[in-house]
């Protein structure tokens, strides 16, 4: 059993900043790949960027490449997302996952643990 807690979001003007953090609780290992995934209304779940142990591998989503940044501590359990120059499309409930797979895939169904996410809203 692993509990992934995300925090940082809030509301910003397009064209900011915020950073999340995501702290991992219970049995976790530091070999699980790690990712950030969003979700606005009305939409699917999708992959904003993936983060493997030990951050050799990592994909970006083709709308945040450039602004978005993932990283991760290991000592911690804990994997960050530094966000900038965000912009209205990106308001979204943004998750946190890890997954057993060291290099985790692409899709929500890789991964088997999730946060309870944070809102994101990106104000014109």
């Known amino acids: 059993q692993v509990h992934l807690t995300e925090s940082g979001g809030g509301l910003v003007q397009a064209g900011g900043s915020l950073r999340l953090s995501c702290a991992a609780s219970g049995r976790i290992f530091s070999s699980y790949g790690k990712a950030w995934f969003r979700q606005a209304p009305g939409r699917e779940r999708e992959v904003v960027a993936t983060?493997?142990?030990?951050?050799?591998?990592?994909f970006y989503a083709d709308s945040v490449k450039g602004r978005f940044t993932i990283s991760r501590d290991n000592a911690k359990n804990t994997v960050d997302l530094q966000m900038n120059n965000l912009k209205p499309e990106d308001t979204a409930v943004y998750y946190c996952?890890?997954?057993?797979?060291?290099?985790?895939?692409?899709?929500?169904?890789?991964?088997?643990?999730w946060g309870q996410g944070t809102q994101v809203t990106v104000s014109s």
């Open positions: 996952a890890a997954a057993f797979n060291a290099v985790p895939g692409l899709e929500w169904a890789d991964y088997d643990y």
């Open positions: 983060i493997s142990w030990n951050e050799v591998n990592i």
